[in-house]
């Protein structure tokens, strides 16, 4: 973790489980993580972590309501949204879906998939209160 006030950098206690290809971002001054798959690509999690920086520990909150690696990821208003990414083996299916997190009630739902499938490590932004999801062709 970088502090841009002391201009250091320190270490983070290590996530419960390992992923790559997670979502992530912070919000409220917390960082999450959603989702991603194994080191050794055998499968995908649905799990979410919380950082919690103010006791230095990963807070386990609600999980997506699918497993997926590789999705944009943005926040808007105050909450996380998940758009796109790979489903799990043995397919690896493109996904087109949007689910939108709200860390008050620790949930989430799902919400009007997108008109394209947003693969392959996608990235997005939040600008105003527009998520957008670049979709690699």
Not at 5 to 11: C, D, E, F, V, Y
Not at 22 to 42: E, F, I
């Amino acid at each position: 973790m970088y502090n841009a006030t002391n201009k250091t950098w320190a270490s983070l206690p290590p996530l419960p489980v390992p992923v790559e290809q997670a979502q992530v971002a912070t919000m409220s001054g917390m960082l999450y993580v959603a989702g991603g798959g194994s080191p050794n690509d055998s499968n995908v999690t649905s799990s979410v972590y919380m950082y919690d920086s103010f006791n230095n520990v990963w807070v386990s909150k609600a999980p997506m309501p699918m497993a997926l690696k590789g999705a944009a990821v943005g926040v808007v208003y105050n909450k996380l949204y998940v758009a796109g990414g790979f489903g799990g083996p043995p397919s690896w299916p493109h996904l087109s879906s949007l689910y939108e997190y709200d860390p008050v009630t620790d949930t989430w739902a799902t919400k009007a998939s997108m008109i394209s499938d947003a693969i392959g490590n996608a990235a997005g932004a939040a600008v105003n209160s527009f998520l957008l999801p670049l979709i690699p062709i």
